[in-house]
Nanobody, 127 residues
Framework: QVQLQESGPGLVKPSQTLSLTCTVS??????????WSWIRQPPGKGLEWMGA???????YYSPSLKSRTSISRDTSKNQFTLQLSSVTPEDTAVYYC???????????????????WGQGTQVTVSS
């Protein structure tokens, strides 16, 4: 069974870059047709898909966050990383990494399309 674990700082100052890493075990991030995403949930709000990195290494982003988001991977460590720049207090949320697929057509861009999730990590943006 695939397991995902988020790691990174729990507190980030406004205007800085938030950086989180997801470590995957019992499954390779290069397995065909699987997508690896970052999803967040601000306090009192619903889940928001932020972006994904595909088995091929291609990346896809939510249009609303595209200008500030970057997702990359380290296949030797079976990890993928989120960077969100120029954060504000509105970026305070629980951040999850998740796996979706197999997906042969299109890109899974809804939280409902993801079957394995990390436990989530709280990130607070505050000075």
């Amino acid at each position: 069974q695939v397991q995902l674990q988020e790691s990174g700082p729990g507190l980030v100052k406004p205007s800085q870059t938030l950086s989180l890493t997801c470590t995957v075990s019992s499954g390779s991030i290069t397995t065909n047709y699987y997508y690896w995403s970052w999803i967040r949930q601000p306090p009192g709000k619903g889940l928001e898909w932020m972006g994904a990195i595909a088995y091929s290494g291609s990346t896809y982003y939510s249009p609303s966050l595209k200008s500030r988001t970057s997702i990359s991977r380290d296949t030797s460590k079976n990890q993928f990383t989120l960077q969100l720049s120029s954060v504000t207090p509105e970026d305070t949320a629980v951040y999850y990494c998740a796996r979706g697929g197999p997906w042969r057509v299109g890109v899974p861009d809804s939280p409902d399309e993801y079957d394995y999730w990390g436990q989530g990590t709280q990130v607070t943006v505050s000075s």
